[in-house]
């Protein structure tokens, strides 16, 4: 029986951080059926891969795609950077399940309009992803402040006994239905008020049902260990995985401190199950928060609903501009959106090579000018980092992309080149892959993926663009 797929001549790095090798993979239907030697082999479709590397599809840990993988299917934004998997619902925020009687508070506005949240429940969620048939599969968290929006109507406080239960019920229902677990954004005014006893109540919804936990913490700024100690805390006590979102040390009076943050990090390790995911840039990107409006570091303004015109520019121009302190231009842009360059690069290498480190793009794909995580993350750090810096090798870096991730966030079938794994795969050059988006052009498409596989369909290629979308809705431990 031919296979439908064969792939040639592959410089094959499996995803479990062991060394490259020569060889050729079988596909038949949606799985990975053969790999070795297969000249004597025929196929419907095959593939000559030159000496390109083939690695597992990379999966993105955090993104805030949660709309978009159904209003923009054909996730251009990530198929073209060799993701074959996302996964939604990061910070506290996701589409569901959300019930709004009025447009989303900050930060559930990137995600879209009050009309894009459509989803009472988790599984009207999973069907409507299933329906739009994306270029990707797609794995969901369930936020924090979602919940707490379906219930409080003043955010900026602790929520009440009877609400926290309420929040319980819906969370329960969604791990049923197929959530990897909860995330927060305490980062943020919307949940910042939330008392640390409110998110370990929630979190002990998780353990049952092999859930995680995953945080945007209460600081990243001089309070970092503390928050860090805030975060393994929730995990202990509901005795569940935790992973740290983006880990950082943002403002340039926390420079250098990845040292004693990673410490940190190894000694937790030693006696709970925690990871980190990392985006390979120095600048940050989000809503524009005022406790982070600083002359210390450039700030640019991506979007304004207040004041359209300013969006493009540098916050300290358009302080200029408006003959106003920094804080009161910030104000009057409200609400908006802003790049921060508030990180050093020794600090962001330090975390990407961390062992215990996956790769997430964070991108924002509603932003009108979104920062270049969101189109270049991965080949970033094949090419910059492995290739360029040469921070770690290629097997470590695929592997941060890949096994580690499907992993971490249970999978099942995803994130290694093995015989019965779903063919998700990606072919690319490893001389010539980089990122082309920076922050003055952030849309542009990568260089040097030659091919991407999602679930055993060929769906894109470098010359041709999409060419199918064979994405699933991934429920928590589906194969």
Known sequence: MPYDIIIRNAMIIDGTNTPAYAGDVGILNDKIAAIGE????HANTEIDAQGN???????????????????????????????????????????????????????MNLLGQQADFQYPTFASYAEAVTAAEPAVNVAALVGHTTLRNNVMDDLFTGATDEQVAQMRHTLREALEQGALGLSSGLAYASANASPEEEVQQLALELSEFGGIYTTHMRTEFEGILGAMDEAFRVG???????????????????????????????????????????????????????????????????????????????????????????????????????????????????????????????????????????????????????????IFSLETAIHKMTGLSANRFRLAGRGEIKAGNFADLVL???????????????????KGIVAVIVNGNIAYTEKQGVISRAGRFLARRSQ
Request: charged share 20%; hydrophobic share 35%; proline share 8%.
């Open 236 to 390: 202990q006590k509901a005795k569940v995985p935790v992973i740290i979102s983006h880990l950082k040390c943002a403002g340039a009076g926390n420079w250098g401190r990845t040292h004693d943050v990673l410490k940190k990090m190894d000694n937790a390790a030693a006696h709970q199950d925690i990871a980190c995911d990392c985006y390979p840039y120095s600048a940050s990107s989000s809503t524009l928060d005022l406790k982070q409006v600083t002359d210390d570091i450039d700030i640019f303004i991506t979007w304004s609903e207040t004041l359209p015109e300013y969006a493009g520019k540098m916050l300290k121009q358009i302080a200029l501009d408006m003959d106003l302190p920094l804080m009161d231009a910030a104000k009057a842009l409200q609400p908006a959106g802003a790049v921060y360059h508030c990180m050093d690069e020794a600090d962001v290498e330090r975390v990407l090579k961390y062992k215990l480190t996956m790769i997430g793009s964070d991108g924002l794909p509603n932003d009108p000018h979104p920062h270049p995580r969101l189109w270049g993350a991965f080949p970033r750090v094949l090419g910059y980092y492995s290739r360029e810096r040469n």
């Open 38 to 41: 297969l000249s004597e082999a």
């Open 53 to 107: 590397v083939l690695a597992p599809g990379f999966i993105d840990v955090h993104t805030h795609d949660d709309t978009n993988v159904i209003r923009q299917p054909e996730c251009l934004p990530k198929i073209s950077q060799g993701i074959t998997t996302t996964i939604v619902g990061n910070c506290g925020i996701s589409a569901s399940p959300a019930t709004l009687t009025m447009p989303p508070p900050d930060p």
């Open 428 to 446: 690319f050059d490893k001389n010539e892959i980089t990122d082309v988006a920076d922050y003055d052009r952030p849309i542009a498409a990568a």
